[in-house]
């Protein structure tokens, strides 16, 4: 249960919700659960919560096409930027405050959902690895 509780925590912290998952994810540790399984549930959570945040963008933009809300020479440069800078940029969405918008930019940017899934991934288990490595050399 703790793991499934992780899991949806770190789910809604990615998303343009408000909260965190790096508490739980500590005191799980302190709990001694097992650390592989608490990264595999933070790290996947995180993951699908900013992918909502992804699709958000992705289809909130056909709605604000459809209602004359967004002109299209922004969405044509933030298309531009996002091909030549979401690699690099999408590294950040782990942080706080400017990580989610990121993650929505990407969607409406319609960057590549494939590439978009490793890059944050791999970002969001770093960040929880390095809370696990600190954790550790605190508690050892």
């Known amino acids: 249960m703790p793991y499934l509780s992780l899991f949806f925590t770190s789910f809604a912290a990615a998303t343009l919700l408000p909260g965190g998952s790096e508490a739980l994810f500590?005191?799980?540790?302190?709990?001694?659960?097992?650390?592989?399984?608490?990264?595999?549930?933070?790290?996947?959570g995180n993951t699908l919560g900013s992918f909502?945040?992804?699709?958000?963008g992705k289809y909130a933009?056909?709605?604000?096409?459809?209602?004359?809300?967004?002109?299209q020479k922004w969405i044509d440069k933030a298309t531009l930027l996002f091909e030549r800078y979401g690699f690099l940029a999408l590294w950040f969405s782990w942080t706080p405050i400017i990580g989610d918008p990121l993650t929505l930019v990407a969607g409406i940017a319609r960057y590549?959902?494939?590439?978009?899934?490793v890059i944050v991934a791999c970002a969001k288990l770093i960040r929880y690895a390095f809370l696990y490595a600190g954790f550790l050399a605190i508690t050892q």
């Open 112 to 117: 590549s959902w494939k590439k978009f899934i």
């Open 26 to 44: 500590l005191y799980f540790l302190n709990e001694h659960y097992a650390p592989f399984w608490l990264l595999f549930f933070a790290t996947l």
């Open 52 to 56: 909502t945040n992804y699709l958000l």
């Open 61 to 71: 933009l056909i709605f604000a096409q459809q209602q004359h809300y967004m002109q």
